[in-house]
C-alpha cells in the first residue's frame, strides 16, 4: 500500500470506503469534510492506495496544541494485513512535522471493539469527558428532525396543447435556451442547487456525484439551461428514459433573481412543447410538485395543461436540520 495526501478526484471512492467502513453518517455531509479539511493549513487526509484503488484513510489534523485524527478506514477486504497500523503511522508522521506532540482520537460509543486496534498500536484510553458545542447549527440525525408533512401532486398530460407555443417575455436583453451536452458536476450541481434549495428539493443533494452524472449525462435526459444575456435565468430537465410510454418533466425552476418576471411560464411552456416534439410523440408527458414547491407552481402546470391525477402525502425529516440541504 502506498500513502499520499487527497487529490482532486479521489473523492467519490474516499466516500465509497467510508461508506464501507460505515463511518459516515446522515449528519455529516462527507463532501462538506473533505473540503474543509482541505482549506485547513494544518490538517490533510491521508489516503493508502493499492493496485490504482484507495484502500484506507485517516484525516489529521493539528490545533496548536493536540493532534486529532478521524475518518481512520481500511477497506474491509483489506483490513488485518497491516494497513490500519501503517496509515495511522502515517497520520502521526504528519502531525509530528507540525511539533505536535500528542496524538488523540475519539471513538463513538457504538464502535468499542475498535478500541483493541488502537491499543495494539499504541494508543491509551484516557479518563477523560468529552464536551463539545456546535458552532454551526447543528445537524440533526434523520430521525431527530423535525418532520415536515408534504403533499405531492402527480400530474399528467395526455396530448400536445393545443395551442402555441408562448413567446419568450420582452427583457430587451437577449435570451437563449441552451440544451446541456454532457453537463459536468460542479455546472449541474450549482445550478440544480441554486435552483432547488430555496424549495428544499434535496433528492440530488442525498445522490453521489456518479448518482447524479449517471442520469443528467444520460443521452436520454436532456437539461436545458435559459440564459438573459448569459446569465442563467433557469432551467428544465425532461426525463425521456421511460419513452416511448412517457417523457416527464424531472425538474423545472428559475434562479430566485429571476423570479416574478415572467420567464417561468416561458420556460415550462417551452419544455412542455420540446417534450412532445418528437417522433414517436410520448404517451403522456408526466410532472410532479410538491407543497414545498413556489404556492403558483401548481397552479401553473394545470393552466398550461396538466391535470392531477394522484396525490400522495409524505413525512419528511426537514432536510436543512439534516444538512442536506444548507440552512438560509
Ligand atoms: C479499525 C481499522 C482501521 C483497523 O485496520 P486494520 O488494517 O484492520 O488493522 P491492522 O491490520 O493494521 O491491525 C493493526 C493491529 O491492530 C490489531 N487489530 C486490528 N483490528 C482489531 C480488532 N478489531 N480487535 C483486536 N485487534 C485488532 C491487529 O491484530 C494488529 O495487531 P498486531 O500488529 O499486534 O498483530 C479497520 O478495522 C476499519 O476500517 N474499521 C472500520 C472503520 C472504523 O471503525 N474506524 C475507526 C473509527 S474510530
Redesign the pocket.
Known sequence: MEIRSFEDGDEEALIALWEA???TRPWNDPRADIALARSTASADILIGVQNGGII?SAMAGFDGHRGWV???????N???????????QAAETFLSTYGCPKAE????GS?K??A??????GYKKEDRLLFAKWLTEPPLPQDEAPILDVTVTFLAMGARPSSAPRNPPVTGTPLSLQRLQKPTISFYRYIHHTVGDPWLWYSRRAMTDEAVLEIVQDPRVEVYLLSEGGVPAGFVELDFRKMPEEADIAYFGLFPDFIGRGFGPYLLDWGIHTAWDRTPAPKRLTVNTCTLDHPSALGLYQKLGFTPYAREEQKLPDPRATGLVPAV
Not at 78 to 88: F, V
Not at 105 to 108: D, K, P, Q, S, V
Not at 116 to 121: G, H, P, R, S, T
Open positions: 467502513c460505515g463511518l484506507a478521524y475518518y481512520v478506514a481500511v477497506h474491509p483489506a483490513q488485518g494485513t497491516g494497513a490500519g497500523r501503517k496509515i495511522m482520537l475519539i471513538i463513538r464502535n471493539p475498535v483493541d486496534f488502537y491499543e495494539a498500536i
